[in-house]
């Protein structure tokens, strides 16, 4: 079911009636089409398809899907598990909004170990306080978790903090170049094929929202 901002607000609305600080999570992939998300018109893309449960991003320059529906500023949590199949890029590049600007969470960039946010402050996921090294088996399916607030970034990988970003004061944006495709919400690869499942998202209560 296509998202819309008032639904999702009335469930939240609905959970603190019942005591619950947080509203129920959304799918956001049916498992079966590309409903609701299109392929990211870079140049030189990959193809984008469905099979077995998983969106597969096809090996190109950068290739990618964007969300075609509303999507909250700030205040959500968004789930997925990604793999990359094949190359050495990244292979999960999640671009999402963030108050009123946009930012992107590089997993396996630079190389296929870099992970941060691109961008804060001008400087991308290699060059800023958030970049960590981590290895990623080709193949394998990792569990990607982030949270955005008004003045806090944090991403996990696998139950593991890996992103604890405050963004108060902090100039939050994109890479220059063609990411700004992937906005709203946007999921993007660099030279290399991934699958992508299980997406899903949540708003989150008031007191988790600072």
């Given at each position: 079911m ?5 639904s999702a607000l009335?469930t939240l ?5 019942t005591?619950?600080t947080?509203?129920?999570?959304i ?5 079966k ?13 990959g193809?984008?398809s469905?099979k ?7 090996e190109?320059?950068l290739t990618?899907?964007?969300?075609t529906?509303?999507f909250p500023h ?25 108050n ?8 396996g960039?630079?190389?296929?170990a870099?992970?941060?946010?691109s ?7 290699s060059e ?11 193949g ?5 978790r982030l ?7 944090e991403?996990?990988?696998d ?5 604890d970003a ?13 990411i700004?495709l ?25 007191g988790?929202?600072k």
């Amino acid at each position: 079911m296509t998202f819309t901002r008032r639904s999702a607000l009335a469930t939240l609305l609905a959970g603190s009636v019942t005591g619950q600080t947080t509203a129920r999570w959304i799918s956001l992939f049916d498992g079966k089409s590309l409903k609701g998300w299109k392929a990211t018109p870079f140049s030189k893309h990959g193809e984008v398809s469905v099979k077995d449960g998983t969106i597969i991003i096809g090996e190109g320059r950068l290739t990618g899907v964007t969300w075609t529906g509303d999507f909250p500023h700030s205040g959500y949590e968004i789930q997925f598990e990604a793999a990359r199949l094949n190359g050495n890029d990244f292979f999960a590049g999640i671009t999402f909004p963030v108050n009123d600007s946009f930012c992107s969470w590089i997993n396996g960039g630079w190389g296929g170990a870099v992970v941060g946010l691109s961008s804060l402050d001008g400087d991308d996921a290699s060059e800023n306080d958030t970049n960590t090294a981590r290895d990623f088996a080709k193949g394998r399916w990792y569990a990607f978790r982030l949270r955005v607030t008004k003045s806090r970034i944090e991403g996990w990988i696998d139950g593991q903090v890996v992103i604890d970003a405050d963004i108060t004061g902090r100039r939050v944006g994109l890479r220059p170049g063609e990411i700004d495709l992937c906005t709203p919400l946007g999921f993007a690869t660099y030279s290399t094929t991934a699958g992508l499942r299980k997406i899903k998202y949540r708003l989150l209560g008031s007191g988790e929202l600072k």
